[in-house]
């Protein structure tokens, strides 16, 4: 199928503004539905991307996110929730957005019209063979993420992409292509809406998977998870107790001898 824009493609809902509250809920309903439909039609080449990523993750490579406006931002998001969901370092899993910091709070559209600044962050971050850089964007055309890639292959590092159109330029430069089509959105073009739905599903499904092959979860567990609020502290006694069937206090003292979940759980060898 040649390359054509379904993300800028006119949205099966009209008049919007003549519809009520709950009418706008269900075809919003309806469309985010649509998107969990695309992402389970692509699992088998997710599945193929990380496989590539535990592979050179467990080579000591790093995983790196480029994009632009909400794919970006999806991207740092992902990737700032590892350390305190999976107990891994700050630079295993990295986002990096058109536009640095700023851009995660406000837009700074013109960022994306780059066709350099891609490689020179990553090039900034001593980016190397060993590492896995993902571009996600929604049209699979956006110049900053495109041209990222392409110096990634360049440069032998391997690259993957996640859009939502098929046969997209990012699709065609990156070794571990993903294309979720979700088609039309409600709001004609608003791809904040189910194609970041779909974006979010997959990077969700891809440091997951990745970090339950690394180790990082035990049974359903979080073991490696940081304990840094009395929330997390009252999660990690539970899933002590849990593992262990020991009582709560109980839990509560093994944690505070041992200092954190795997180690409590590897000194009681439980299998």
Not at 35 to 57: C, F, H, P, Q, R
Not at 122 to 141: E, M, P, Q, W
Request: proline share 3%; charged share 25%; with cysteine.
């Amino acid at each position: 199928m040649a390359f054509e824009k379904i993300t800028e493609s006119e949205s099966h809902h009209s008049d919007l503004e003549k519809k009520t509250i709950i009418e706008l809920l269900d075809g919003m309903h309806q469309e985010d539905k649509n998107a969990v439909n695309a992402v389970g039609m692509i699992k088998d080449k997710t599945a193929k991307l990380i496989s590539k990523v535990v592979e050179l993750l467990k080579s000591g490579g790093r995983l790196f996110y480029i994009g632009a406006g909400t794919s970006g931002r999806l991207g740092v998001l992902d990737a700032t929730e590892c350390p305190p969901t999976f107990g891994t370092p700050e630079w295993k899993v990295n986002g990096i957005i058109a536009g640095g910091t700023d851009a995660l709070y406000q837009s700074v559209e013109h960022a994306e019209d780059s066709t350099t600044q891609a490689w020179e962050d990553l090039y900034k971050r001593n980016i190397n063979k060993r590492d896995f850089v993902i571009g996600i964007a929604a049209s699979g055309t956006t110049p900053y993420v495109v041209e990222g890639i392409k110096r990634c292959n360049n440069n032998g590092i391997i690259t993957g992409s996640i859009s939502c159109n098929y046969e997209t330029p990012l699709a065609k430069f990156s070794k571990f292509p993903i294309e979720v089509v979700v088609g039309p959105e409600f709001i004609t073009g608003s791809t904040r809406m189910k194609a970041g739905t779909a974006q979010k599903m997959i990077l969700n499904m891809i440091t997951t998977s990745a970090m339950v092959k690394l180790g990082h979860i035990k049974g359903n567990k979080m073991i490696d998870m940081q304990t840094n609020n009395n929330k997390l502290k009252e999660r990690a006694i539970r899933i002590i107790s849990e593992t262990l069937s020991v009582s709560k206090n109980e839990a509560m003292e093994l944690f505070e001898e041992h200092g954190s979940i795997r180690s409590v759980i590897e000194r009681n060898k439980v299998k």
